[in-house]
């Protein structure tokens, strides 16, 4: 197939619109549904960033994108009881990649609303039942298991958008794109993130275990693949909360900090204790804990929870060009950054760092992405 007619652009004002290739066949096929011009952005950027993360890590991957911009993005780790409760996963025994797209998913509930999933390994039947319970547009995978794909054509009605992705498809070195009938061209950014990345450590503290570096990791490639500005906050091989598209800097941080907070605030004890009946949609659940977040819970007994975060990886797509980011990451836990440097005030951001016995690392590389 060298082309796929669509409904509409971006908005349905915007036709005609399609998808299509220059010379060969489109690397992806449609295995059920009609996805959208939007649904393919979020599908294509998602995929690429699935797939450099598993390429890093050598773990399965999954994110949950909203708008070309990840909502959440996480390793296939085993989930503990208290994420099987506050992501309402199922209980007994399941796959990596189930695992990974829960844990992505569990990132940030609200925004992951009507997300689109990608996942960098075939798409088992464990991930499959999972997704047929969330409100999703979409999903993109490398492959689908026989059990997997019959159980995604139910959902919507039978209208689920399922993408097969070939992963072995590299795209052409030179990329261009028009804006108000004018084009631009560029070289793919092609970036391989891995740990040679990290090994620039400005501050005193160098201690930079490989649970760290993973997180590392993790956030420089879904900075990479996020709306700049973007400022990324992760734990545990999981995002938890992304600043993406702020003018400002600082904006960015506090507003991935806000989310790393929130998620965190989940697992308050007043907050697992919430008895929900069987008949209450996961979406009511999510906005009844977020307004009982905002509402119900004192402000000291937020202050006194949050204060117990720890460990946190922080993750900026530019550099750092005040200290009050630094403050600000300090609040939700953060004690690793991974940034490129280059401030003409590095000086300070460094001692801000210091201050706090934390360990930055400078990349030296800039992830902007438009």
């Known amino acids: 197939m060298t082309e796929l007619e669509l409904k509409y652009g971006c908005n349905p004002n915007q036709k005609p619109a399609r998808i299509f290739m220059e010379g060969g066949d489109l690397p992806l096929a449609v295995l059920n549904g009609r996805p959208g011009y939007i649904n393919f952005m979020d599908a294509l950027n998602s995929w690429q960033l699935v797939k450099a993360l598993k390429q890093a890590t050598g773990l399965p991957a999954a994110a949950s994108f909203k708008h070309v911009s990840p909502a959440g993005a996480a390793l296939g780790l085993p989930l503990s009881d208290v994420e099987r409760q506050m992501y309402f996963a199922p209980e007994g025994d399941l796959s990596p990649i189930a695992c990974a797209y829960i844990r992505a998913r569990g990132a940030d509930r609200l925004c992951s ?8 390994d075939t798409c088992d039947g464990d991930t499959a039942r999972f997704l047929a319970l969330e409100v999703s547009d979409g999903v993109i995978a490398p ?5 997997a794909l019959e159980i995604l054509k139910t959902k919507r009605k039978g209208g689920y958008n399922v993408v097969k992705i070939d992963p072995e498809y590299t795209p052409a070195p030179i990329e261009r794109r028009n804006i108000f009938g004018i084009t631009f061209e560029q070289g793919y950014n092609d970036l391989a993130i891995d740990e040679k990345m990290l090994e620039n450590i400005v501050t005193q503290n160098k201690d930079l275990p490989q649970s760290a570096k993973n997180d590392m990791l993790l956030a420089l490639i879904t900075l990479k693949y996020t709306q700049s500005n973007s400022v ?17 800097r600082i904006h960015c941080t506090r507003l991935a900090g806000n989310k790393a907070d929130i998620w965190w605030l989940r697992q308050h004890p007043k907050v697992l204790a919430l008895p929900f009946p069987e ?9 009844a804990i977020d307004a009982f977040i905002a509402d119900v819970l004192t402000q000291r007994e937020k202050a006194d929870w949050i204060s117990q975060l720890s460990g946190v990886t922080l993750g900026s797509d530019a550099f750092f060009p005040f200290g009050d980011n630094v403050e600000r990451a300090r609040q939700s836990g953060v004690k690793y950054i991974a940034q490129p440097g280059g401030s003409i005030r590095d000086d300070q951001v460094i001692e801000t760092a210091d201050k706090y016995g934390m360990v930055m690392a400078f990349t030296g590389m800039r992830l902007f992405h438009h």
Do not use: H
């Open 143 to 147: 492959d689908y298991t026989p059990e």
């Open 279 to 287: 008949n209450v949609r996961r979406p009511d659940r999510d906005n």
């Open 113 to 120: 609303f009507g997300d689109w999933a990608a996942l960098s």
């Open 232 to 248: 990324c906050y992760v734990k545990d091989g999981m995002t938890i909360g992304v600043g993406a598209g702020q003018q400002s």
